[in-house]
């Protein structure tokens, strides 16, 4: 009994602690802390702000275009040089320097998300197969 009255000593002003911390994953933005006292028109100012940064790599679009225009990759690891197995969907479409014929995004029965990227090349088509956002393989003309 003793031991949970201590737990419970502890717990309490560490969750009260951390109630105000929080992280945003869909890009950087400012979220008002507290709001200031109000001016003659009643609009209140915020008396602080604090950032947020976005923490998910950029992904394509079914539109074939990047959901951001800022992305950890640089940041985290030099940019590839070639296409090869691990790259992300943007990463790809920068490597081959044009918009893809088409993008299929949809959800594996594990949760993952899945994205096959489609190039219509002179020499036929080529598709791209992501697993979260990381090329796991590449099916070109000719091959089975």
């Known amino acids: ?11 309490i002003p560490c969750a009260l602690l951390l109630g105000g911390c929080s992280v945003d994953i869909g890009g950087f933005s400012f ?26 790599e950029a992904r394509l679009t079914s539109d074939g275009e990047c ?5 950890l990759d640089s940041a985290t690891r030099p940019a590839p040089a070639a296409i090869a197995e691990g790259i992300t969907e943007c990463e790809l479409v920068k490597l081959k320097g044009a918009k893809p014929t088409d993008v299929l995004v ?5 949760g993952q998300r899945e994205t096959q990227v489609l190039y219509s090349e002179p020499g036929g088509r080529e598709i791209y197969m992501f697993t979260d956002n990381r090329l796991t393989r590449i099916v070109k003309p000719g091959q089975g």
């Not at 009643?42 to 976005?54: E, N, Y």
């Not at 959901?67 to 992305?71: G, W």
Request: no cysteine; proline share 6%; aromatic share 0%.
């Open 67 to 71: 959901d951001a225009d800022v992305s």
């Open 106 to 110: 949809g959800e594996s029965g594990k």
């Open 31 to 56: 979220a008002s802390d507290k709001a200031g006292p109000a001016d003659s028109t009643g609009s209140t100012t915020p008396r602080s702000a604090s950032p947020r940064v976005q923490t998910q």
């Open 1 to 11: 009994m003793k031991s949970a009255v201590r737990s419970a000593i502890v717990l």
